[in-house]
């Protein structure tokens, strides 16, 4: 069995370099390169490709965040419509209580009888 440095020195990689992409504390990616130059990668070229590797991964981490954010807001948008139905459904049907109530009144008095429901506004 071939193992994968056989498959790399194989087609003419000299050196490799596997960056991870690391979001809260977890890798969840990498960028691996490689070239035909024998010790190509100095401290110079990591230090550059590990800020590259970390700008790329604050991209990613940032494109999750704004879709969970986006998630959150239309769960709250569904939920205040749901809140808004439920209070129109509920203050509507006591508005209509008290209107009820205030034509029961108005047909006791006109028959002469006395208010049964006391309403405060």
Known sequence: ?????????KRGYKSSIALPFV??????????L???EKDFFKADEI?????????IAYALNSI???????????TIIRKMEE???FHQLTVGREFTMINLKKEVNALLKQSGKEEK???RE
Not at 23 to 32: A, E, F, P, R, Y
Not at 64 to 74: D, F, K, L, N, V
């Open 117 to 119: 429901y006391l309403i």
């Open 34 to 36: 490689y070239t035909s």
């Open 64 to 74: 999750e965040t704004e879709q969970i954010r986006r998630q959150a807001e239309e």
């Open 47 to 55: 230090k550059l490709l590990e800020g590259v590797v970390s700008n």
């Open 83 to 85: 809140l808004q139905r």
């Open 1 to 9: 069995m071939k193992t994968w440095r056989d498959a790399a020195l």
């Open 23 to 32: 979001i809260d504390n977890n890798v969840v990616g990498s960028l691996t």
